[in-house]
Antibody, heavy 123, light 112 residues
Framework: QVQLVQSGAEVKKPGSSVKVSCKASGGTFSSYAISWVRQAPGQGLEWMGGIIPIFGTANYAQKFQGRVTITADESTSTAYMELSSLRSEDTAVYYC????????????????WGQGTLVTVSS | QSVLTQPPSVSGAPGQRVTISCTGSSSNIGAGYDVHWYQQLPGTAPKLLIYGNSNRPSGVPDRFSGSKSGTSASLAITGLQAEDEADYYCQSYDSSLSGSEVFGTGTKVTVL
């Protein structure tokens, strides 16, 4: 059974950075991409970007380009998402999710999710 | 502002059938990109409900079904149950600008 376990809640000051981890178990970590999705309080889901651990290459949503860095450590089956220059609007629950490409290869979907990490940005 | 639009809420009595629409455009659903659906129970992480427009992962009841036509997709729940009360999101790919995975605006399903 695939499990994604994320690091605990964080409280950060505006302008600082946060790094959230996502440890995978029960599957072949390197064979799947890991994506990060966030959800602001009372709001919908927003895709931030993803990484394919075996290649080490990440891609990011344009909105977060330059502010987010997604990495993966194959030796520990752990993915990381670091968001910098935090502002109050970044207060959200951040999820990691195992990512699968459709057979046609045109889109991806998220079949297993972490429990979420609440990041609060407040002065 | 999401490029995939869903009704904010739908409701139905136990046993009834409800449908949730996901309206896109020629740069996402209309371009042929697959649509996927997620269920999010209160206070929990989203759960994959439908992938590739109409496929159910193992363990998802066959009360849930998905379809796609033109620039829209739909999720149907038949035999509505109290435990189906949750938020539902569609997801696809949008090729406008630099391209990105996008989620729908979300729909709250209430069981009366």
């Amino acid at each position: 059974q695939v499990q994604l376990v994320q690091s605990g809640a964080e409280v950060k000051k505006p302008g600082s950075s946060v790094k959230v981890s996502c440890k995978a178990s029960g599957g072949t970590f390197s064979s799947y991409a890991i994506s990060w999705v966030r959800q602001a309080p009372g709001q919908g889901l927003e895709w931030m970007g993803g990484i394919i651990p075996i290649f080490g290459t990440a891609n990011y949503a344009q909105k977060f380009q330059g502010r987010v860095t997604i990495t993966a450590d194959e030796s520990t089956s752990t993915a990381y998402m670091e968001l910098s220059s935090l502002r109050s609007e970044d207060t959200a629950v951040y999820y990691c999710a195992r990512t699968v490409r459709t057979v046609a290869g045109t889109t991806i979907y998220f079949d297993y999710w972490g429990q979420g990490t609440l990041v609060t940005v407040s002065s | 502002q999401s490029v995939l639009t869903q009704p904010p809420s739908v409701s139905g009595a136990p046993g009834q059938r409800v449908t949730i629409s996901c309206t896109g455009s020629s740069s996402n659903i209309g371009a042929g990109y697959d649509v996927h659906w997620y269920q999010q129970l209160p206070g929990t992480a989203p759960k994959l409900l439908i992938y590739g427009n109409s496929n159910r992962p193992s363990g998802v009841p066959d009360r849930f079904s998905g379809s796609k036509s033109g620039t829209s997709a739909s999720l149907a729940i038949t035999g509505l149950q109290a435990e189906d009360e949750a938020d539902y999101y569609c997801q696809s790919y949008d090729s406008s600008l630099s391209g990105s995975e996008v989620f729908g605006t979300g729909t709250k399903v209430t069981v009366l």
